[in-house]
């Protein structure tokens, strides 16, 4: 900063199971390597001088907490990297902001059930109506403080090949280190997630082998699933390249409604061979992304791959607002797969002009550097246009 004053410093709590959120923690190395902010790691076991005891204690499921100080002020904030506004946190109790991958309008502004598909029965949509409704009885009086971010991105493993000596001396390093604070250090984690992204990137130029890729399990709602592959399998009948595959998963009674469990032994239902190994680079090599929605209602990390890399997306409609305007990146269905093809045709054929304006879009709005920027921003105060608060 050329005015002389501090740098906003963000301390990132880890906790073990973080990874729905990394797409966030990205961004936020990204603008710490910038020298935009100061970052620090922290293990929120080790943070009890700094957060409420119920923090520290807290069994920590796809969601992290981070403080974020700057001009004398100290926030806290949550970040959620659930697939479902069903499942947020009592976490909103012990933060100032609570930032979720899935802001539903219809439920933290309008307090309504506005997610039914339309094939749903009274006994599929029930289960949901009635888990809002224990969702906003308890923690209804805080939606003020939630917000919209990003949606859960691709997955970031550490992908780095390591030989024996560098891990022992990584090892050796971080004993040493452990000696003087409790802090960690997060740049062996950001070179892994630059290698990723890298690669990301090179999938870009993949030219397609096949007009749709998709590999699925039945992940809520079985009989939606089943009812895509078979839109697909008629796809390829009638002469587009497919390639899918649907494995069994044993469906708990929520799912099914009032539906039969399917049956084991028809899976996997397979088109033009199934996938195979090596889904994400299959799905590269496409012409378009067809997806039913995440966990029941919600978003899945497949779909900000397939705009990661380019690709036309074609799901479910999408209930959530994220800090920007994502509809140059996806194409919603009416909630059921009867004009499956008439809507994948035109997302299907070449344009790389199109192409072109959808990576332009997501880099500007959804990559980790401007994940991290539309965090920090909200954090202090400079909201972007559309999000919500006190």
Known sequence: MGDGRRLPRVTWYRNGHEQSVQLHKFGLMRLAAAGRITLRELPVTAAAAELPPELVAHPWRRLVVIAVE??????????????????????????????????????????????????????????????????????????????????????????????????????????????F???????????????????????????????????????????????????????????????????????????????????????????????????????????????????????RNIVTLAWAIGLPVLSDPIPYRFPFDHRPLLSETDGDWNDLEARLRPLATPDPAARQRRLEHFDAVCSPLAVGQQLLDDCLGRRSEGQTGD
């Open 181 to 299: 604070t409790d802090t960690i250090d997060w740049h062996p984690q950001l070179a892994g997630f630059e290698a990723r992204w890298s690669q990301l990137q090179q999938w870009r130029a993949l030219p397609p082998t096949a007009d749709i890729v998709l590999k699925d399990s039945l992940w809520g709602w079985p009989r939606h699933r089943i009812a895509l592959h078979r839109a697909l399998a008629r796809l390829a009948a009638d002469g587009w390249t497919v390639k899918a595959e649907l494995h069994h998963r044993q469906a708990e009674p929520y799912e099914l409604g009032d539906q039969p469990p399917p049956d084991p032994a028809a899976f996997p239902m397979l088109v033009g061979g199934g996938v195979g190994p090596g889904y994400e680079t299959a799905l590269a090599a496409s012409r378009v992304g067809v997806f039913a929605t995440g966990f029941h209602y919600g978003w």
């Open 70 to 179: 700057h001009s004398g002020e100290r926030m806290l904030a949550a970040i959620d990297g659930e697939d479902s506004p069903f499942q947020l946190s009592d976490v909103l109790r012990h933060v100032d902001r609570y930032f979720t991958c899935t802001y539903a309008p219809c439920v933290y502004e309008e307090r309504r059930f506005g997610f039914a598909l339309p094939w749903q029965t009274d006994a599929e949509r029930r289960p949901y109506v009635e888990w809002q409704e224990r969702v906003t009885d308890r923690l209804g009086h805080l939606f003020h403080r939630v917000r919209p971010t990003a949606p859960i991105g691709p997955a970031l493993p550490d992908i780095r090949q390591s030989d024996w000596l560098m891990t022992r001396l990584g090892h050796l390093r971080t004993k040493v280190r452990r000696r």
